[in-house]
Nanobody
């Protein structure tokens, strides 16, 4: 079993930056990939970014060039550095991790960007 705890959300003005963190805990697992989705009320959850087990990164077109995902494999933590935020980035951001054939989710952290 893998538990994910997110932190770092908050309120920021347009053009500002935030860094989200996602710490994985548990025992006897190896994480294959970690990443982020986001969701706004009334909309489907939207994929944002993924980092594979070997560090290859992938981004949604909507965040490419502004967001950077990174991982610390020793700490089993993923980070999402978000720069150039705009109001359309307002959402609950969910961390996920793939391990042992299953996908685990964090509880979500709210990011609000004011115009």
């Amino acid at each position: 079993q893998v538990q994910l705890v997110e932190s770092g959300g908050g309120l920021v003005q347009a053009g500002g930056s935030l860094r989200l963190s996602c710490a994985a805990s548990g025992s006897g697992f190896s994480i294959n990939a970690m990443g982020w989705y986001r969701q706004t009320p009334g909309k489907q959850r939207e994929w944002v970014a993924t980092s594979s087990s070997i560090g290859t990164t992938y981004y949604a077109d909507s965040v490419k060039g502004r967001f950077t995902i990174s991982t610390d494999n020793y700490k089993k933590t993923a980070y999402l550095q978000m720069n150039g935020l705009n109001p359309e980035d307002t959402a609950v951001y969910y961390c996920y991790a793939g391990a042992a054939g299953s996908t685990y989710w964090g509880q979500g952290t709210q990011v609000t960007v004011s115009s």
